[in-house]
Each structure stands twice: as C-alpha cells, then as structure tokens.
C-alpha cells in the first residue's frame, strides 16, 4: 500500500527538506505556490527513485484545499504523515510600524488557514497518521509582532488539537527546528554569521528521528 506524507509549505526550506527526505518512503503530495520550487523538489525526489504529486497553491484558499483533500481521499484513501511548514514571515519591525497588509496575511496564512486546514486533513490523518507543527518561539520578542504573534496563536491551536487526540489518534506532534540557514532567517538577521545555522537537510533528518 501506498503511504502518503501531505507536505503543506513544501517549496522551500524545512518544507522542501522534510518533502525530499520522507521521499523514499512516502508518496509526497506538496502544496506551495512556488511552481519553481516545487519543481525543484520533484527533481530531487525523482532522483532519489521516488515520487511526489505537485499542488501548487495557496493554503489560504479554502476551496483549492477541500479539492486537494478530496482528490487525496478518493485516490489514496488517506495519509500517514501531514507536515505544516507554510507560514508568512513578515519583515521585522517597531509594533507602531506594522503594515497592515502584512498583517493580514499574517494572520491569514499563519492562523485563519489553520481553520480549515484541520478540519480537511484531520479525516485523511484517521486514527493511525501524524500531524506534524513546528514552533519557532518568538512572540512577544521585540520586532516580531506580525511574526512572533501569529505563529504563537497557530502552535496555541495545535496544543489544542493535540491534547484533545492525547488518549486516542491521530498523533500530533509539535517540534521546534534549531536555527537554520534559510532564505526566511537571512532576512530577519541580515548580518549574522551563518556558519553555526543548521542546514534544513540535516535540521530535517534530526526532527524526523525524533518520530
């Protein structure tokens, strides 16, 4: 039997890692909008002898998500694996000086997706698959009020979800990735060294071993 690992946010950095690393045993459906990245993540899995289906869209959209879980639920039945790596990473800035453009997709992607990513992927998850967040602890940390606040509020939501599945599946698991060189963290600290950063491969292979 197939098994199947929904990537959503899988274009690029820990996404795009985890997608190509859970490729020789899983069947990877990743969702992005980067048509190139995904792209490139198709190559990196076909050379490694396996397979991905390619969903280039946004999370945010409601409509394209339920299609995408039916189309999930109607070819494979379900999925073992749901890793949810897609967040918007607004510029840091004062909180007097938030865009309020910004803002909103912030609280978009990084929380109102979220209520009905659950709901759809939950079904395909049943009792024996694993939902996989990945915190990244900076709110109320100066300058990352779109940031640091709104991906607070999304990990606030999978504690919910996984105390309520405490006693019975599916398994949700929150992880927290080290500090790693991706385009994301270049521009929240332009000048740091990037020497001691993990890289996304290894950052990936090191959270997966934990499962």
């Excluded at 396996?50 to 998500?65: F, I, K, S």
């Excluded at 990513?117 to 996989?132: E, Q, R, W």
């Excluded at 006693?167 to 929150?174: H, K, L, T, W, Y």
């Excluded at 890289?199 to 934990?210: D, F, N, T, V, Y």
């Amino acid at each position: 039997m197939t098994r199947i690992a929904l990537i959503t946010g899988a274009s690029r950095g820990l996404g795009f890692a985890l997608a190509e690393a859970l490729s020789p045993e899983y069947h990877i459906v990743a969702v992005a909008r980067t048509v190139g990245g995904l792209e490139d993540l198709d190559d990196r899995i076909k050379a490694k002898g396996g397979e991905a289906t390619l969903a280039p869209m946004d999370v945010c959209n409601r409509d394209a998500m339920a299609h995408l879980c039916r189309s999930i639920h109607d070819r494979w039945g379900g999925i073992g694996l749901w890793a949810h790596t897609a967040v918007h990473a607004a510029p840091l800035t004062p909180a007097p000086h938030m865009d309020a453009k910004d803002w909103k997709k912030s609280v978009t992607t990084n929380i109102d997706a979220m209520g009905h990513l659950i709901p759809f992927v939950a079904p395909l998850l049943g009792d024996d698959g694993t939902a996989l967040f990945f915190d990244d602890p900076h709110g109320g940390e100066k300058f990352y009020g779109h940031y640091g606040t709104t991906k607070a509020a999304q990990i606030a939501l999978a504690r919910s979800w996984a105390a309520e599945q405490e006693n019975f599946g599916p398994r949700i698991r929150i992880l927290t990735p080290q500090p790693m060189e991706t385009h994301t963290r270049a521009r929240f600290h332009p000048g740091e060294d990037r020497a001691p950063l993990a890289q996304p491969s290894a950052e990936a292979a090191r959270l997966l071993a934990l499962l």
